[in-house]
């Protein structure tokens, strides 16, 4: 489509639909026909009628609905509040032990639902959207066997809060509790089909894949306060996304109102500038103008128009959750008033005066879904909960070990060519990997060589600004190697995302000190992705980051190391090799594990002379949690990493004039750690230096101390030495540097005094 077509739609999106703007033909638009939640079959109905003209509206504008299809929209949105008020009568006798409803966003949800295709589509929806998932295919047992936390609980097997939606046969990606993380995600997994459209490899290998598929994502008003709301529509309007952004606004996040939340209280005039974005508003508890705009949005997408935004403004008849009494903020005027707009109501109202039904007919369907959702509950409360030993399944992937000998190949490796740096051979792997593997993607912060293509011949290509990614899209394509915006959620979450679809992303951070920013997509999504879904999901990605000091003019901000917040993550591998080679096979496992990494690189250690290699091989790997002897000794020993460990050979060989025999263990891998070689190290010495450049306090090097003490106390003649940086940061000054980020000197001093105890 050329750019003018493009203008030209969004231009004319930019009006939003007025309310009551739908026409027969955007109601009645070829769909497939969606099939009916399990275990809710409707009543018999007789012959199809449509619905007459009402009022003003004009006959060409009426939706043609069937009598059935109105009845089955009832259906699904009165089985929808009736769990929720099952659950709020199951939290009150401590059956359950949470609750959050969906009620007053039925209308928009199961229109939404109508318009797409479960298990053909994609889906990351917030904890409001129960009304969809029934639409789609969940049935009132697995939503309450969650409520219940059983075992066979297929949104999360028991581990998470009820409506915490996933489920694999649906591609109902599995949700967290975080606003807002899921937009990110939602944007990656739609990025996914846009480079399987792109890399004509991919098609074979990536499965679900539809060329017609759309990523419904939902959230509520409050969420759009988010940064990640921003670059979530910034990247999908970039790329053009097929991504249906749903805003449920109920008008209120918890007990804060939507004019404290967004500046002007529309959130609609405020993404009105983005391009390529199809914007409308809707009435979302009015049932058949929500299907109207729905199938309008989602026709946009699945013509490949780009992203969809629908702003759909609903009530919320509950308190936000049973830990929230709205009686506190909100006048009973205001609660009266949003309860005649109740969409079940108000449709149920439709029918009647449509004549499509009468009030006992709906009392037939109300009736029987109640003795449905009964006889689901009292099926839920039965089912057995998860095994107490089942608590630590899924924390890493149950298939690949990234800690067994099928990754270590280390004793048969051929060395070869002229040696060398860490970066060269980083890069060495990066390239070998991508020609092996189509589903690898690496993106970043300048990790391209050059953005615009047609300068590429002109120019060197930039390639990471320690060149680290260097010739990779002049070899790959852009479509593989490319730039993000300057925007570490977006990298983490859009690689999430990717993941998840089946593609393997080796994202960069470019320095450690920024990657606060995608912290919250890391600790709470990417780690859990896995666990929390009960290895229905999972999000095995490498996550590359230039780390630590030792750089003159580094500073505060180009010399953090703070390891240990991420250390403590159980579902990361951390990795942090010192040298070239166990940088290239420790790369390369990474990339092959099937768990999501954390590959540390320092910064000093790049280009050093002293750690250089020759070329190990295109399949040389060294396992997760093998540590390496670099020096033998008998006196003491030193249990280090990174760039600590150049300086405990220096001190080492300091002290080995002095008499004292010093032996290092490189730990390369953090997370896990070689327990074993401490232990032999340790029983062989009686004495332990824990040498790192993270801070003293709170530190690494704190576990490994704590653990040593506690298992092998009878084996000590010493007590455990540290040395670390010191309680503060990084000086901009040479000499204040040189202070607190521990020398050579500081280990060769806590050599001999660990020696002399």
């Not at 009165?78 to 609750?99: A, P």
């Not at 390529?276 to 013509?303: F, I, P, W």
């Not at 309860?339 to 009030?359: C, Y």
């Not at 070329?615 to 390496?628: L, R, T």
Request: net charge neutral.
């Amino acid at each position: 489509m050329s750019d003018t077509k493009v203008l030209r739609l969004v231009k004319k999106a930019e009006g939003g639909l007025p309310e009551g703007a739908f026409t027969a033909k955007a109601v009645a638009k070829a769909e497939p026909k969606p099939a009916l939640a399990p275990n809710l079959k409707p009543a018999p109905v007789p012959a199809v009628k449509r619905l007459r003209p009402r009022g003003k509206t004009k006959p060409q504008e009426v939706p043609k609905l069937s009598r059935e299809e109105m009845l089955r929209i009832f259906r699904t949105m009165y089985t929808s509040r009736r769990l929720d008020d099952k659950e709020i009568q199951l939290k009150g006798q401590n059956k359950i032990f949470f609750q959050i409803s969906g009620a007053g966003h039925e209308a928009i949800l199961v229109a939404a639902g109508m318009c797409l295709k479960p298990g053909h589509d994609w889906f990351y929806p917030y904890y409001r959207d129960r009304a969809l998932c029934l639409e789609l295919g969940m049935t009132p047992l697995e939503m309450l066997l969650e409520a219940v936390g059983a075992a066979d609980d297929p949104n999360s097997h028991g581990r998470q809060m009820p409506s915490h939606w996933g489920h694999k046969k649906l591609n109902i990606v599995s949700q967290s509790s975080p606003t807002g993380t899921q937009l990110l995600q939602a944007v990656g997994c739609a990025e996914a089909g846009y480079r399987v459209k792109l890399i004509k490899e991919l098609k074979k290998r990536i499965r679900k894949f539809h060329n017609d598929e759309v990523v419904y994502v939902s959230l509520g008003d409050g969420t759009t306060s988010e940064g990640e709301f921003w670059e979530a529509l910034n990247t999908a309007c970039n790329l053009r996304l097929p991504v249906v952004f749903l805003v449920e606004d109920n008008g209120y996040a918890i007990s804060v109102p939507v004019e404290v939340q967004t500046a002007g209280g529309d959130i609609s005039k405020l993404v009105a500038g983005f391009p390529n974005l199809y914007r409308q508003r809707c009435d979302g508890t009015d049932a058949v103008e929500s299907l109207a705009v729905m199938r309008r949005a989602v026709d946009n997408c699945r013509k490949n128009r780009g992203p969809s935004f629908v702003h759909a403004k609903v009530v919320r008849p509950y308190s936000h959750s049973l830990s929230d009494d709205e009686k506190l903020y909100r006048a009973e005027t205001e609660r009266v008033a949003d309860a005649e707009r109740d969409p079940i109501k108000r449709f149920g109202a439709v029918i009647v005066q449509e004549g499509a039904a009468s009030q006992d007919e709906l009392q037939q369907i109300k009736d029987e879904v109640d003795r449905q959702i009964n006889e689901a509950a009292d099926a839920a409360l039965a089912s057995p909960q998860p095994a107490p030993e089942t608590a630590t399944e899924f924390v890493y992937s149950p298939t690949v070990d990234p800690t067994s000998s099928e990754f270590d190949t280390e004793d048969r490796v051929e060395l070869s060519g002229n040696p060398g740096t860490m970066v060269d051979l980083i890069n060495r792997c990066l390239h070998t990997e991508m020609k092996r593997d189509p589903r690898i993607l690496v993106f970043g912060e300048d990790v391209a060589d050059c953005s615009r293509e047609q300068s590429l011949p002109a120019v060197k290509g930039k390639g990471g600004v320690f060149k680290v990614t260097a010739n990779l899209q002049r070899e790959f394509g852009s479509a593989r190697a490319y730039n993000s915006p300057l925007a570490e959620a977006n990298i983490v979450g859009r690689a999430i995302g990717l993941a998840t679809r089946g593609l393997k992303p080796v994202v960069e951070i470019q320095f450690f000190d920024y990657i606060w920013p995608a912290y919250h997509q890391i600790r709470n999504e990417l780690a859990l992705m896995r666990w929390r879904s009960g290895n229905d999901f999972s999000s095995p990605c490498v996550i590359r980051v230039p780390v630590g000091g030792y750089l003159k003019g580094g500073a505060i901000y180009h010399s953090q190391s703070g390891v240990s917040l991420f250390t403590q993550i159980p579902g990361l591998r951390v990795v942090y090799p010192s040298n070239a080679l166990d940088a290239n096979g420790l790369l390369r496992t990474s990339i092959r594990c099937d768990d999501p990494v954390i590959f540390l690189e320092h910064k000093h250690l790049y280009r050093q002379a002293y750690n250089k290699s020759p070329y190990p091989g295109d399949d040389f790997m060294v396992p997760f949690g093998k540590a390496k002897k670099v020096r033998e000794g008998n006196d003491l020993s030193i249990i280090t990493y990174g760039a600590l460990v150049q300086r405990s050979i220096v001190a080492a060989k300091e002290a080995e004039k002095q008499g004292i025999s010093v032996e290092i263990i490189d730990l390369r891998s953090l997370s896990p750690y070689d327990w074993d070689a401490i232990a032999e190290s340790v029983k062989k010495t009686s004495r332990v230096i824990v040498a790192h450049e993270d801070s003293l306090s709170w530190g690494y090097g704190a576990e490994i101390a704590a653990r040593i003490a506690n298992e092998l106390f009878e084996y000590l003649d010493a007590p455990v030495r540290r040395v670390a940086a010191l309680d503060t940061f990084v000086a901009y000054a040479p000499q204040l540097e040189d202070v607190i980020l521990p020398q050579s000197s500081d280990v060769l001093t806590a050599i001999k005094e660990l020696h002399a105890y």
